[in-house]
């Protein structure tokens, strides 16, 4: 524990040098401190985007509990988990949240080695009773988990949960029992889906799918949007990463703001957008 307290400490020093990395977590002002930690990143590894580094959103509420999610580069999203009496408050909470998983992030444990792989598909073997001959057979679980985990090898693991959502949400959405029916291998399927961020095209095709749920039967995306609302305020609490939950959630109001038939022919143009790049779908 004081070995990581230390090398967290070390990585404040390093990103953030102005400031008492003891007191890091505590300033008031956490919310200058996670946009200047962005910033300070984005100078060192220029891939980050410099414009709209990290976004807040004030969930709209008459009242307290306030609550705040904040989303940093690449998609991942914390939100407060204390309960807050002001808007300004949530903000800070969740910043601070944001920050702290910021700065954990860059420990070196963080970092997908070839000896993270090895301990983290034994230990993916021994939760699912399989066997570790699995992990060369890119046809299984475990082994399509190892061939994503060495395509994404040098990566943190912010960065590679950002990846990891996309197949988090096919799997919830059912796109990925349908390209298995389309004959796609996990290969072709993680191959596509690694190279395409989450975008509006990507959404709108999921929309398409649970408008078409709905169609089957009524009153499907409100059941679900429930279930994702549920969700989404236990993992907020908990301080977890919210991005699967979040677009959960936008996937579902989007569906469910085009429940009308004339809205429903422009999702199916995104959808078919969205899906030429996929040879199996051609």
Same mark, same amino acid.
């Given at each position: 524990? =004081?070995?990581?307290?230390?090398? #967290?400490?070390?990585? !404040?020093?390093?990103? &953030? @040098?102005? %400031?008492?990395?003891?007191?890091? +977590?505590?300033?008031?002002?956490?919310?200058?401190?996670?946009?200047?930690?962005?910033?300070?990143?984005?100078?060192?590894?220029?891939?980050?985007?410099?414009?709209?580094?990290?976004?807040?959103?004030?969930?709209?509420?008459?009242?307290?509990?306030?609550?705040?999610?904040?989303?940093?580069?690449?998609?991942?999203?914390?939100?407060?988990?204390?309960?807050?009496?002001?808007?300004?408050?949530?903000?800070? =909470?969740?910043?601070?949240?944001? #920050?702290?998983?910021? !700065?954990?992030?860059? &420990? @070196?444990? %963080?970092?997908?080695?070839?000896? +993270?792989?090895?301990?983290?598909?034994?230990?993916?073997?021994?939760?699912?009773?399989?066997?570790?001959?699995?992990?060369?057979?890119?046809?299984?679980?475990?082994?399509?988990?190892?061939?994503?985990?060495?395509?994404?090898?040098?990566?943190?693991?912010?960065?590679?949960?950002?990846?990891?959502?996309?197949?988090?949400?096919?799997?919830?959405?059912?796109?990925?029992?349908?390209?298995?029916?389309?004959?796609?291998?996990?290969?072709?399927?993680?191959?596509?889906?690694?190279?395409?961020? &989450?975008?509006?095209?990507?959404?709108?095709?999921?929309?398409?799918?649970?408008?078409?749920?709905?169609?089957?039967?009524?009153?499907?995306?409100?059941?679900?949007?429930?279930?994702?609302?549920?969700?989404?305020?236990?993992?907020?609490?908990?301080?977890?990463?919210?991005?699967?939950?979040?677009?959960?959630?936008?996937?579902?109001?989007?569906?469910?703001?085009?429940?009308?038939?004339?809205?429903?022919?422009?999702?199916?143009?995104?959808?078919?957008?969205?899906?030429?790049?996929?040879?199996?779908?051609?």
């Amino acid at each position: 524990m =004081d070995s990581t307290l230390e090398s #967290l400490q070390q990585i !404040v020093t390093e990103i &953030l @040098p102005h %400031r008492d990395p003891a007191l890091v +977590f505590k300033d008031l002002n956490v919310v200058g401190m996670l946009q200047e930690f962005w910033e300070r990143k984005q100078k060192r590894s220029p891939v980050i985007q410099s414009e709209g580094l990290v976004a807040y959103e004030s969930v709209p509420s008459p009242g307290p509990p306030f609550v705040c999610y904040v989303t940093l580069p690449g998609g991942s999203c914390f939100g407060n988990f204390k309960c807050c009496s002001s808007t300004a408050e949530a903000r800070r =909470d969740a910043a601070k949240v944001a #920050l702290m998983n910021s !700065v954990f992030n860059e &420990l @070196p444990c %963080r970092r997908i080695t070839k000896e +993270f792989i090895v301990k983290t598909v034994q230990e993916a073997v021994l939760s699912t009773s399989g066997s570790i001959s699995d992990a060369d057979n890119p046809g299984t679980s475990i082994g399509a988990y190892h061939y994503m985990l060495k395509s994404n090898m040098g990566k943190t693991m912010l960065e590679f949960q950002e990846v990891m959502t996309v197949f988090q949400l096919l799997h919830w959405n059912g796109s990925l029992k349908s390209l298995r029916e389309k004959k796609c291998s996990r290969q072709e399927v993680i191959a596509c889906y690694s190279q395409n961020s &989450l975008d509006a095209h990507m959404r709108s095709h999921m929309a398409l799918d649970w408008i078409m749920k709905e169609q089957e039967i009524p009153g499907t995306i409100s059941q679900e949007l429930q279930v994702v609302h549920k969700e989404l305020e236990e993992a907020r609490k908990a301080g977890r990463e919210l991005r699967f939950y979040k677009e959960k959630k936008e996937i579902l109001s989007l569906a469910l703001s085009h429940t009308h038939n004339d809205c429903v022919g422009a999702l199916e143009r995104d959808k078919k957008v969205s899906l030429k790049f996929l040879a199996c779908y051609s």
